[in-house]
């Protein structure tokens, strides 16, 4: 059975108009190279630009690249060894530049700002980083820990959508 049929036997029970499927996007994105050709492929020619896409580990350690940290050091570094301009915001502080520069970053093309840091200041440095322009390819790292239903927590998804905007403006990935 096609994915297409699977997935709307799966949604048969809902009210008819609910669901629709969605349309081609209205414009083509510029896309950076994660440096995995397969991941490239499977994104359709590597990370869209001007957009946030997120990676949890638990979904890429099936990768035989790695953990989600790997797959994002091979997109720096190839990002770097194409002259275009890395940042790192690292959250929960376990960022080594040295096992950065292994995986083939250019370090003089990272700006790396070093954790641990709370969540919250996480995402405005991210902000910080993308208002000021010129950065291709940014990683967020966010610290370690259960998200909390709390306040403090429906503020940082303010922050997400604010970030979202700015990678949009600043046409990064």
Do not use: N, Y
């Not at 510029?30 to 946030?52: N, Q």
């Not at 790192?88 to 960022?95: H, N, P």
């Amino acid at each position: 059975m096609g994915s297409r049929e699977a997935i709307a036997r799966a949604l048969m029970d809902l009210p008819a108009g609910v669901v629709r499927w969605a349309s081609a996007p209205a414009e083509r994105l510029p896309r950076v190279s994660s440096g995995i050709a397969t991941l490239d492929a499977a994104l359709g020619g590597g990370w869209p630009k001007g957009r946030v896409a997120t990676l949890q580990a638990r979904f890429a350690t099936g990768l035989a690249t790695g953990g989600a940290t790997a797959i994002a050091a091979s997109s720096v570094a190839d990002a770097t060894a194409r002259g275009l301009l890395a940042a790192w915001i690292d959250g929960d502080g376990s960022l080594d530049p040295a096992s950065l520069a292994a995986a083939g970053a250019d370090l003089e093309r990272v700006l790396w700002v070093r954790g641990p840091l709370p969540a919250d200041r996480v995402l405005s440095a991210a902000e910080e980083v993308l208002r000021a322009g010129g950065f291709d390819v940014l990683v967020l790292r966010l610290p370690r820990g259960p998200r909390r239903l709390d306040a403090a927590w429906a503020r940082l998804d303010a922050a997400w959508a604010r970030v979202s905007r700015a990678a949009a403006a600043a046409r990064a990935a």
